[in-house]
């Protein structure tokens, strides 16, 4: 004989209580699920290198929807790392225009290259991450990880 998880009611072997209709979680194979995240089908190291694959807002939807620590990790980190970059980045846009307004030659020629190995190690340091939480390894950045282990608690 089966009974009720809440009420106690004899059920027999129904899927729902006769008495106050509580699921039973018998039937349908997604019915045991339905309290997990919505994204518990995806592998961790999966969904580690999706938090990065969008910039900050894929780890944003990851930090809000995912439980798993592994996955909150790189979703922080994520959000951080592009936060970090983005500053640096308006940082040297504004140095660049500071160079042009003030007409300061000797220093105009490293505008472009600055920015564009800014912007190499910026992009190679995004692929490298998403590599490192592919092979489900939780590599911390060097301030930012570190603050981000403190905000989610991992």
């Known amino acids: 004989m089966a009974f009720c998880k809440a009420c ?13 209709g509580a699921n039973q979680g018998v039937g ?6 339905s309290g997990e995240s919505p994204t518990a089908g995806i592998e961790e190291n999966i969904a580690g ?3 990065y ?18 996955v909150r990790f790189h979703a922080g980190q994520a959000i ?21 307004l003030l007409r300061l030659s000797f220093l105009s020629f490293l505008i472009f290259p600055i ?19 592919y092979q489900h390894e939780k590599f911390k950045l060097p301030i ?4 981000v282990e403190k905000m989610i608690g991992t």
């Open 8 to 20: 106690g009611q004899d059920i027999g072997d129904a899927a729902f209580c006769p008495k106050c």
């Open 28 to 33: 349908a194979p997604g019915a045991a699920a």
């Open 49 to 51: 290198l999706l938090c």
């Open 53 to 70: 694959l969008f910039h900050w807002v894929s780890g944003l939807i990851f930090l809000l929807l995912d439980k798993r620590s592994f």
């Open 80 to 100: 951080g790392f592009n936060i970090a970059a983005a500053g640096v980045w308006v940082a040297l846009a504004m140095f660049g225009w500071l160079v042009l």
């Open 115 to 133: 920015w564009g190995l800014f912007g190499f190690a910026v992009f190679a340091t995004w692929i490298f991450l998403m590599y490192k939480a």
């Open 144 to 147: 930012i990880g570190d603050i």
